[in-house]
């Protein structure tokens, strides 16, 4: 009688074990399919430092456009000396990838026509056109910036752009530029030696963490690395160099990708 009634109990606990189990996989079924996965809703590409190897320029603008992206912001120095026959064969490399890009100048850009005593963006803006520009692509505002001259920094109009009407229906807001605004282990910012230019930078920074920037991109520093603002309200990005000198992590550029959610992602790309 004893092992009978035993053998009862243990059947019943293996009907409740077994019931138990079904209803919380079928619970956790049901949960993963109401759950929407994300989709890639834009990727584009960082390009920064390529100071006159341009095949690397080549290289790198062929492995974004093999990645998918949609786009490739430039963020400067695509020349060693800024004279527009440099300028002009950085351009070439940039039109045969057939990518859609947009482009900002570098402090490397500005040397030639600041030497010849011209206004130091004469020659960048004669090959690529403007320096800075506002673009919103699928709910996200991205604002690229000039502020490439380490003797003037930023001038009035791109002022007037970052202090206009942000999009309040903007899901995500990105600012880009040459130079970063804020370093938490390097000098090598904008406004270094400079006092001028680094208030500028500072105030710059103040107005991107009051209008809630979402992130901040950069080259210049030829050197991969993210961080947060001063205050931690904006995610900082500086981009690796494309060039081979100077350069501890060698070659590369990097992917931003946005998701369905706005959730979003920068990847590290080295050039091979």
Known sequence: MKKFLLLITLIVLSIGIGLSWKEETVGD???KLQEKPKQLILRFALIADSEDENE???????QAKGAGVNFVIGLGDFTSLGTVEQLTNARYVFDQSELTYYVTAGDRDLWDSRNRGEVATANFHQVFGEASQTINKEGIQIVILDNSDIYKGIDQSE?????GEWAESAKLRFVFAHKTLFHPQSSHVMGEGNDKVSAQARKLMDLLEEKRVDGFFSGDLHFFARFNSPSGAVKMTTTGAVNSARNFQGPRFAIVTVYSDYSWEVEDVEIR
């Open 29 to 31: 079924n049901l949960q």
């Open 56 to 62: 690397l320029l080549a290289k790198a603008l062929s």
């Open 159 to 163: 002022w007037s752009m970052v202090n």
